[in-house]
């Protein structure tokens, strides 16, 4: 099965409510003892492990398990778990470092970390989710006063989109948002 199963997969309570992340693995077990059923989302239809093995493969992010092959789990249905993930994030300099995976959203190194405001503190900008990313000091420093456009255009990288961890309480365990599987996207709220 290999590193497929060290997969994320996104959990729902038996109410479709999205409440955790979780690895492929440890999914698995769940659905073989029973308390959960993988979900098609295209269909939202629900399975049990051995009718998921029984669909096989139907995309490229397959899992091999002897001579089967079947679809990564992306989603997985609680059969009864009710509860919901206990929040609010708190909007600090260290959960935006863990946010943004803890590298600097201009330059990517992971060291010397600190916390950029966008729009700086000296023009009214504040730590907010939405104004504030991880950044290295020399960034900070190199940007100091640039607005973010400019200082992106200078260093040649994405102008850094931060989001707010309590539209997807379950994302911020993992720390970032790139490479998200499509069908978790409207659990975001
Ligand atoms: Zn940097």
């Known amino acids: 099965m290999g590193k497929k199963i060290d997969n994320w997969c996104l959990v729902l309570n038996k109410n479709g409510l999205a409440v955790n992340l ?21 269909t939202w ?28 789990p992306e989603i997985v249905i609680c059969n009864y778990y009710k509860g919901t993930y206990p929040v609010i ?6 959960n935006i470092c863990k946010r943004d995976g803890y590298k600097c959203c201009y330059c990517g190194v ?4 600190t916390v950029d405001h966008i729009v ?3 023009e009214g900008g504040r730590l907010t989710w939405k104004n504030s990313v991880c950044s290295c000091q020399s ?11 400019e200082f992106c255009r200078q260093i040649g990288c994405e102008v850094p989109k931060p989001w707010n961890p309590n539209a997807a309480p379950w994302l911020f365990k ?3 948002q790139n490479d998200l599987p499509e069908c978790w996207k409207p659990f975001i709220r």
């Open 174 to 176: 993992i720390g970032y």
């Open 22 to 42: 979780s690895k492929v693995s440890k999914v698995i077990k769940k659905v073989q003892g029973g308390r959960a059923s993988i979900l098609d989302f295209s």
């Open 120 to 122: 700086p503190q000296c």
């Open 110 to 113: 992971k060291r010397d970390l």
């Open 45 to 72: 239809t629900k399975y049990t492990m051995d009718e998921w093995v029984d669909r096989g493969a139907t995309s490229n992010g397959c899992i091999e398990a002897g001579s089967r092959r079947f679809d990564i």
């Open 89 to 94: 994030i708190n909007c600090s300099k260290p």
């Open 139 to 149: 960034c900070n420093n190199r940007k100091d006063r640039m607005s973010v456009d």
